[in-house]
């Protein structure tokens, strides 16, 4: 037993004992410094309010902050002008009282008011009709003009749709509002047909009565909503209808409308 406490108090454990708590505070120190480096332990750097701000001035407002952030992606929408901030994570801290750390990235969110719909089939054995209605019902405008084609003994048969001049598929994405052109079978007969007087109709009820030619929009005052065309009356018309008047098959009318 008396050799066992001697060893305990000798020298050398007392010196290896001292070495080996100078080692281990060593360790723990070292392990500390390094977490609060990497952690950033007590760093807040407050997070800017980017709501509101247009892309172009984002580089000013974090000039000078040690702050990085980063566009995930844009969003459709009317409530806002394009290109501004809509989104952000993290949250501002003046509405949070929440802070970051450096090197954290801010994500941000974009408007934008360029809306990509669907274009559907047309062409084919649709008629002229339920295309225009497939149009209107995607947001896209559209025009339309005829072709004799031997090989269709029909009429108002859609036999291409075209995108800026160019053939266009179904299927692809193209902006809200864009104009296709519709290529339409005129038939063979070209025959005349009774053009009614249409003024103080609604657009709606027209469109009901123009089986035998096309109707296209000149000027629409105060329309804003689909809602609102379908609903304006006409004011006036080209060519000129009443009794007696007549145009030929497929003849493409011109409609001004007020709501």
């Given at each position: ?209 123009s089986g035998s030619f096309s ?45």
């Amino acid at each position: 037993m008396k050799k066992y406490l001697k060893f305990f108090i000798g020298k050398v454990f007392l010196i290896n004992l001292l070495v080996l708590i100078v080692v281990w505070i060593a360790i723990v120190w070292i392990e500390m410094a390094y977490l609060d480096s990497f952690t950033r332990h007590g760093q807040k750097i407050e997070v800017p309010n980017f709501y509101g701000v247009h892309k172009d001035a984002l580089d000013d407002l974090v000039a000078g902050k040690n702050i990085q952030y980063e566009i995930v992606d844009s969003v459709y929408t009317t409530d806002f002008p394009p290109g501004v901030v809509i989104f952000q994570y993290p949250e501002p801290t003046d509405s949070t009282d929440v802070y970051m750390k450096e090197g954290r990235i801010i994500k941000l969110r974009l408007s934008k008011r360029t809306k990509l719909v669907v274009m559907p089939r047309l062409n084919g054995k649709v008629s002229k009709r339920i295309a225009e209605s497939l149009l209107e019902s995607k947001g896209l405008t559209y025009t339309i003009d005829y072709k004799l084609d031997p090989s269709v003994s029909g009429e108002g048969q859609v036999l291409q749709q075209l995108y800026k001049g160019e053939p266009i598929d179904s299927g692809v994405l193209i902006p809200i509002g864009s104009k296709i052109q519709l290529i339409v079978s005129k038939g063979l007969g070209g025959e005349e047909v009774n053009l009614p007087d249409f003024t103080g109709m609604t657009f709606s009820k027209v469109k009901q009565l123009s089986g035998s030619f096309s109707v296209k929009v000149m000027e629409c005052s105060n329309c804003i909503t689909e809602e609102d065309k379908a609903n304006a009356r006409v004011v006036k018309q080209l060519p000129l209808g009443g009794d007696g008047m007549t145009i030929l098959s497929g003849t493409t009318l011109e409609v001004w409308l007020e709501k």
